[in-house]
């Protein structure tokens, strides 16, 4: 976990993109996404939740018991997880309906408290904020990214502009939880695939400067 | 006593069936001499250290004299194949590597024989506590391939004992003949070791076995035995490898070798029926190992049953038999199972070298491995019970101690499941380097 | 001179990868042309398409990933053939491209390619398809032989069409391309065992599960014994899924006991969906589980190792 804590923010697009490479917050997307307003939905109210919490939980890092830091986390990431449905059903009503359950379930959404873990040992507010701020968004690009991918391959539509014409039958799995894997998968494997070739250009320019 | 019944063992394979195994230019060929002018006798034939040589350049050497010294406790004594002048002791390139000792002698074709040469006299009434001795005095060692010190393995320890010696007449092997040509021309040689050793170890039973696509060695054994006692002769099911040691212990007695024992510890002792020979001349008449029928056969013009003296060339043997026929491609020592590779034809046959097979260019080529698609005919031929894929998968990576736990100690090398294999995968080797590697790394801790 | 060095075994058997899918395709081609004299020209497109696609995909895949191109060991092909038989008839020509690059992309390349997919490839591709695409992949027809004139939609056998046992028999029935002809697949059978690419286990401990169990599970789904089980064995696709599918490879067990268990398992689940599930044909779904749990059969069903105790001596 500590390596997570260096470099720079920026390492969470690609190199520790939570969804694709550390397989963290897997369900939402695979459960909601399935347009891009659901996917962009769950991963805005996610992005909210992390950073609030994150910046609570780092002020509060050295007032925390040591024996029940984890439920301390709990209930500070509940009470915005309740704020954050409490603004959704307010102001995104129509996507909240779509979204159900999973949104109380961002209590429990292991990004958030992965990062709580690494708030507790950052040296910093601004920091943590940072960070936290970058990965929120980069999940939520992500899984609106994922959302947009399925609808417009299992209803042939973008922000429910249709988009191919009648000719296009659309893939009805994908509109299911096993389409959902599917998808995730293909796009874990293409972006580790990316990862891999880089960090091999990265070796080999490595190897060619010393010789 | 005769048994009749077919008996066989799991897995296995008919190689070169539809071509008779191989064997149809050389089964009907009766066994001819063939002395050559030099012969250039390897010190370390046999599994043990390389024996001392005590001769040296110009020393004149008569035919069984003692030329090579036993060291340690496998060692046995090498011969002279023949009588003349030695010429050179130095390293060469042999079968067992590119500088074993050798003690190469000019042939004076005048074969004057050794003088005290004791013979112990007929196998019947010979005195057995002589017997294992004298076997260790002629130098024998296994016939059948593996080359390991017969009188060794003829010393019953503490606490075991034998009740059963095998005879191995199987010659699963393609291409081979002349353990064969030896059943059919000297029946009462072979049975006259058996009888010996089964003396010299007080064993009440002594078998024969054969394959049962050798029908007329079987008639001939069976009226050769009769008369012998505690002498049998046993038909086995034809089907590659039923000359494995323990593939033959369990289909004669029906009793297994455990994991990492031995034979004796299942009271049986099996020996190469060329062996048997050797130990009934040694026994009979005193005289030491100096010669064996190898089957010199494929790309060459008229293949043969040669009796080679020890320490023939390669090239001389092939050229006794007309030459070859076309290039060759590769040359083994033994088979097409289990034959090892010659880098040159100047190496010498050796006191195992029970065939001489030439590959054209065409029959050398290597094919080339493709994935493994999981089919499972490995582990339908097994004949040790394996998972070959799973053991190719462990070597593969590198995992030795995956290896061991999926029982490659255990694997016999036969070639069954690499002969079987449609993706062509080189299973045999990778479990031969295996198994090579884990007992030096054995060794190097002990 | 110089002489090749190479380790022992010397020969092989005639019998490589190639030359086993070979001998599968040729067991194929009665139940293709059945299938195409049945269900007319759209068959034939779908079967040669299907084919073509799944060889085209396996070697664009095998180029891109910089992969050694193994097309030629007609692997892909078999992948394609077979899913193209699995077809409904008139299904659209996108659905037998879909599938086969579903088929060997996602579910034999992403694994590992040929030797390392867990499941079988056609069959999985055919769940995917019936998954997202179930009008197309359920609107079967009478058959026309093969003019294709007017084709007329109907329910198949399983889903209540009446059919003797001849018709049946023969494939003058509603059905998927391939699985129609009872007679073309077990002279394909006849081939595969003739040629020992397959052995008889699992297709005659399937066909003979599917068959007992049918006749126990009896006509209204109770345990009644009064089924009937020859009907069972040539209606819907058990007879192709028992000779072409569960028979593949790498989905299924290594020892001959290991297929016991496996056949055996098919048997089972196919009669249950069929008696229980809501789905009137439950091969696909039969095989596909019991190619899940093939590893876990290897693991208990192992061959003895010569000279390893007996269960007697252990205790």
Known sequence: MNEFNQGAPLRGILPENPLFRLALGVVPTLAVATTLINGAAIGIAVAFTLLCSNIVIALLRNVLPAKAHVLCWLIVICAFASVAQMLLQAFFHDPYQDLGIYVPLITLNCVILARAQMAEEEHGVFTSAGRSLVMGVLFALVAACVGALRELLDSGTLLGAQVFGKGFEPMLLLKLAPGGFLLTGILAGIANYFMTRSKKNDKNAQKGGAA | MVSALPVTFQGGVHPLQKLHEGKLPTKDVPVREYTADTVCIPMGMHLGAPSAPCVKAGDYVRLGQVIGEPVGGLGIPVHASVSGTVTDVGPRQQLNGPSSLCVTIENDHKDTWAEGLQALGDVETADPALIVPAVKAAGICGMGGACFPTHVKLTVREGQYCDTIILNGSECETHLTADYRLLLENPKNILDGLRAAMRALSVKRGVVAIEDNKPEAIALMRKAAQGREGVEVMELRTKYPQGGEKQLIRAVTGREVPQKKLPLDVHVIVLNVGTSAAIADAVTTGRPLISRITTVTGSVKEPANLRLRIGTAFRDAIDACGGYREAPGKITAGGAMTGLCVPGDAVSMTKATNGIVVYNMEDAKQLEESPCIRCGRCVEVCPAGLRPYLMKHDCDAGDLAAAEAHDVMDCIVCGCCSYACPARLWLTPSFKVAKDQIQAAKRGKA | ?315
Request: with cysteine; glycine share 10%.
């Open chain 3, 1 to 315: 001179m110089e002489l090749r060095v190479s380790l022992a075994p010397h020969i092989r058997t005639a019998d490589s990868t190639r030359r086993l899918m070979l001998d599968v395709l040729i067991a194929l081609i009665p139940a293709s042309l059945a299938g195409v004299y049945f269900f007319g020209p759209n068959a034939l497109m779908l079967l040669v398409l299907s084919t073509a696609s799944a060889v085209l995909a396996e070697y664009v895949w095998q180029k891109l990933m910089k992969l050694p191109v193994r097309v030629n060991d007609l692997s892909a092909a078999v992948t394609g053939l077979l899913l193209g038989l699995n077809l409904p008839p008139q299904a659209p020509w996108w659905i037998a491209v879909a599938g086969s690059v579903v088929a060997v992309i996602l579910v034999k390349q992403l694994f590992g390619g040929i030797g390392d997919n867990f499941m079988n490839p056609a069959l999985a591709a055919r769940a995917v398809l019936l998954a997202s695409w179930p009008v197309h992949m359920t609107v079967y027809t009478l058959p026309t032989m093969w003019s294709g004139a007017d084709a007329v939609t109907s329910a198949t056998v399983l889903s209540g069409h009446p059919a003797g046992t001849m018709d049946l028999f023969l494939g003058n029935i509603p059905g998927c391309i391939g699985e129609v002809s009872k007679l073309a697949i077990l002279l394909g059978l006849a081939y595969l065992l003739i040629r020992k690419t397959i052995t008889w286990h699992v297709p005659v401990i399937f066909l003979g599960v599917t068959a007992l169990l049918a006749w126990a599970m009896g006509a209204q789904g109770g345990f009644t014994f009064d089924g009937d089980p020859l009907a069972a064995i040539l209606s819907g696709g058990v007879l192709f899924g028992a000779v072409f599918m569960a028979t593949d490879y790498s989905t299924s067990p290594m020892t001959a006991k290991g297929q016991v268990v496996f056949a055996i398992g098919c048997g089972v689940i196919v009669s249950i969906i069929r008696a229980y599930g809501k789905y009137p044909e439950g091969v696909t779904y039969a095989i596909l589980l019991m190619n899940i749990a093939s590893p876990l059969i290897d693991r208990f069903m192992r061959p003895r190792v010569y000279g390893s105790p007996l269960k007697e001596e252990k205790a």
